[in-house]
C-alpha cells in the first residue's frame, strides 16, 4: 500500500471577528486619545464646527470600557483554571514591570540620567497621568480585576441572582454617581448650597471599589455572554439606543459646555450611563462580522491576537514618530493629518507586536 501523504487538516480558529472588531475599535481610540487626534476647543474656537464635531467623536472615543467588556465576556464564558489563572496574573504583572522599565528608560534618554533609583521611582509612581508610564495604569486596573475574578466567577456560575445584584451595585457607584454629580454641581452653578456639596462626598464613602467601572464593564461582560442570544436577536433596537445614547450624552455635554464657558468633561462617556447603551451597540453592530471569512478574519484575528503588544508598543512609536519633519507636515493637514498619523502607529505598533510574537522568548513580553 501506498503511504498516506494526505497533509493534517489546519486547525480551525474559535476566534469570534466580532469580538477581535471591538477590540480593534478599542485599540484606536485609545491611541487617538493618547495622540491628541481630536481637537474640540469649542470656545476658544468659537464654536467651529469641525470643533464640535469631533468633540462628538472624543465623547465616544473610550476605548477602556471596550476593552475590559472584551474580558468580561471572554472570561465569564469559559471554564475557570486556578492554576492558568494565577500563572496568568503573575505573566501580567511581570509584563507590567518590564514595560515600565523600558518606557521609563526610552522617555528618559537624552533628558535626565538614567540611575536604578530613577528608573525605581518611576516604576512605583506608575498611575493614570504618570510623566512616563501613566498608558500602565489600565494593567493596573486590569490585575486588579483579574484578582476577584475567581469570586466572580464561582457567584456568575452558582448564584446568576447575586452577580447580578452586585453588577448593580456596581453600576451605581461607577455610573449612576458621576450622572448625579453632573446635576448637583449644575444646581451649585446657579445655587450654592453647602449641602449639595457634601452629598457626592457621602455616598462615594460606601463605594466598595476604587475603579467601579472597570468592575462594572468586567460583569456587564459576562452578562452579555450569558444573554447573547437575547440580545442579538434584538442587535438592531440595541444599536438604535445606542446610537441615540451617544447622541443625548453630547447634546447634554455640549449643553454644559455653554453653560459653563468651558468644554465639558471629554471623558465623561467613560463611565456614565449612556456608555451601557453604547457598549452594547458596538457589541451588537461588530456581531455582524461574527462569521466573516478569508483574508478579513484573519486580520482581525491577527489584530485581537496582538491587542497586548499594540497597547504597550503603540506609546513608543508616538513618542518617537518617524522624522519630525513628516510628523509635522500631518500635523499641519489637521484632521486628515491627524488621521493619517494615528493609523501609522496603530498599523506600525501592531507589525512590531507581530514580529515580537515570532522571536522565541520575546513572545511573552507582548503576550500571556
Given at each position: 500500500?501506498?503511504?498516506?501523504?494526505?497533509?493534517?487538516?489546519?486547525?480551525?480558529?474559535?476566534?469570534?471577528?466580532?469580538?477581535?472588531?471591538?477590540?480593534?475599535?478599542?485599540?484606536?481610540?485609545?491611541?487617538?486619545?493618547?495622540?491628541?487626534?481630536?481637537?474640540?476647543?469649542?470656545?476658544?474656537?468659537?464654536?467651529?464646527?469641525?470643533?464640535?464635531?469631533?468633540?462628538?467623536?472624543?465623547?465616544?472615543?473610550?476605548?477602556?470600557?471596550?476593552?475590559?467588556?472584551?474580558?468580561?465576556?471572554?472570561?465569564?464564558?469559559?471554564?475557570?483554571?486556578?492554576?492558568?489563572?494565577?500563572?496568568?496574573?503573575?505573566?501580567?504583572?511581570?509584563?507590567?514591570?518590564?514595560?515600565?522599565?523600558?518606557?521609563?528608560?526610552?522617555?528618559?534618554?537624552?533628558?535626565?540620567?538614567?540611575?536604578?533609583?530613577?528608573?525605581?521611582?518611576?516604576?512605583?509612581?506608575?498611575?493614570?497621568?504618570?510623566?512616563?508610564?501613566?498608558?500602565?495604569?489600565?494593567?493596573?486596573?486590569?490585575?486588579?480585576?483579574?484578582?476577584?475574578?475567581?469570586?466572580?466567577?464561582?457567584?456568575?456560575?452558582?448564584?446568576?441572582?447575586?452577580?447580578?445584584?452586585?453588577?448593580?451595585?456596581?453600576?451605581?457607584?461607577?455610573?449612576?454617581?458621576?450622572?448625579?454629580?453632573?446635576?448637583?454641581?449644575?444646581?451649585?452653578?446657579?445655587?450654592?448650597?453647602?449641602?449639595?456639596?457634601?452629598?457626592?462626598?457621602?455616598?462615594?464613602?460606601?463605594?466598595?471599589?476604587?475603579?467601579?467601572?472597570?468592575?462594572?464593564?468586567?460583569?456587564?461582560?459576562?452578562?452579555?455572554?450569558?444573554?447573547?442570544?437575547?440580545?442579538?436577536?434584538?442587535?438592531?433596537?440595541?444599536?438604535?439606543?445606542?446610537?441615540?445614547?451617544?447622541?443625548?450624552?453630547?447634546?447634554?455635554?455640549?449643553?454644559?459646555?455653554?453653560?459653563?464657558?468651558?468644554?465639558?468633561?471629554?471623558?465623561?462617556?467613560?463611565?456614565?450611563?449612556?456608555?451601557?447603551?453604547?457598549?452594547?451597540?458596538?457589541?451588537?453592530?461588530?456581531?455582524?462580522?461574527?462569521?466573516?471569512?478569508?483574508?478579513?478574519?484573519e486580520t482581525l484575528e491577527s489584530i485581537g491576537q496582538n491587542t497586548l503588544g499594540i497597547f504597550l508598543i503603540h506609546s513608543i512609536f508616538i513618542r518617537f514618530f518617524p522624522l519630525e519633519i513628516i510628523s509635522q507636515i500631518l500635523e499641519n493637514m489637521g484632521l486628515p493629518g491627524r488621521l493619517i498619523k494615528l493609523l501609522t502607529v496603530f498599523i506600525f505598533s501592531?507589525?512590531?507586536?507581530?514580529?515580537?510574537?515570532?522571536?522565541?522568548?520575546?513572545?511573552?513580553?507582548?503576550?500571556?
Amino acid at each position: 500500500m501506498g503511504e498516506n501523504t494526505a497533509s493534517t487538516p489546519k486547525k480551525l480558529s474559535t476566534r469570534d471577528p466580532g469580538l477581535d472588531l471591538m477590540k480593534a475599535v478599542a485599540l484606536l481610540w485609545v491611541i487617538s486619545l493618547h495622540m491628541s487626534t481630536w481637537k474640540f476647543d469649542i470656545i476658544e474656537s468659537g464654536w467651529n464646527i469641525s470643533h464640535v464635531l469631533q468633540y462628538s467623536v472624543r465623547l465616544l472615543a473610550e476605548g477602556v470600557p471596550i476593552l475590559i467588556l472584551v474580558n468580561g465576556i471572554l472570561l465569564f464564558s469559559r471554564k475557570l483554571d486556578m492554576k492558568k489563572h494565577i500563572r496568568k496574573i503573575i505573566s501580567l504583572f511581570l509584563i507590567f514591570l518590564l514595560w515600565a522599565v523600558i518606557l521609563t528608560v526610552l522617555e528618559g534618554i537624552g533628558h535626565d540620567e538614567i540611575t536604578p533609583a530613577y528608573i525605581l521611582k518611576h516604576v512605583l509612581e506608575t498611575q493614570n497621568g504618570s510623566e512616563f508610564t501613566g498608558c500602565l495604569w489600565y494593567l493596573q486596573s486590569l490585575i486588579g480585576l483579574y484578582l476577584i475574578f475567581p469570586l466572580l466567577k464561582v457567584v456568575y456560575d452558582h448564584h446568576r441572582k447575586i452577580f447580578c445584584y452586585f453588577m448593580g451595585v456596581a453600576a451605581f457607584f461607577s455610573l449612576m454617581i458621576p450622572l448625579t454629580e453632573v446635576v448637583l454641581n449644575l444646581i451649585l452653578h446657579y445655587h450654592d448650597n453647602e449641602l449639595i456639596t457634601l452629598t457626592i462626598p457621602l455616598i462615594e464613602r460606601f463605594d466598595p471599589g476604587g475603579t467601579g467601572y472597570f468592575v462594572f464593564f468586567f460583569m456587564l461582560g459576562g452578562y452579555i455572554a450569558d444573554k447573547k442570544d437575547l440580545i442579538l436577536k434584538h442587535r438592531a433596537i440595541w444599536i438604535l439606543a445606542g446610537t441615540g445614547a451617544w447622541i443625548v450624552s453630547y447634546l447634554i455635554c455640549l449643553g454644559l459646555t455653554g453653560i459653563y464657558g468651558s468644554i465639558f468633561d471629554p471623558s465623561f462617556d467613560c463611565s456614565s450611563v449612556f456608555t451601557v447603551f453604547m457598549m452594547l451597540a458596538i457589541y451588537c453592530a461588530s456581531s455582524y462580522v461574527s462569521s466573516a471569512a478569508g483574508w478579513f478574519k484573519e486580520t482581525l484575528e491577527s489584530i485581537g491576537q496582538n491587542t497586548l503588544g499594540i497597547f504597550l508598543i503603540h506609546s513608543i512609536f508616538i513618542r518617537f514618530f518617524p522624522l519630525e519633519i513628516i510628523s509635522q507636515i500631518l500635523e499641519n493637514m489637521g484632521l486628515p493629518g491627524r488621521l493619517i498619523k494615528l493609523l501609522t502607529v496603530f498599523i506600525f505598533s501592531w507589525a512590531f507586536s507581530v514580529i515580537l510574537r515570532n522571536i522565541p522568548g520575546l513572545k511573552k513580553i507582548v503576550s500571556i
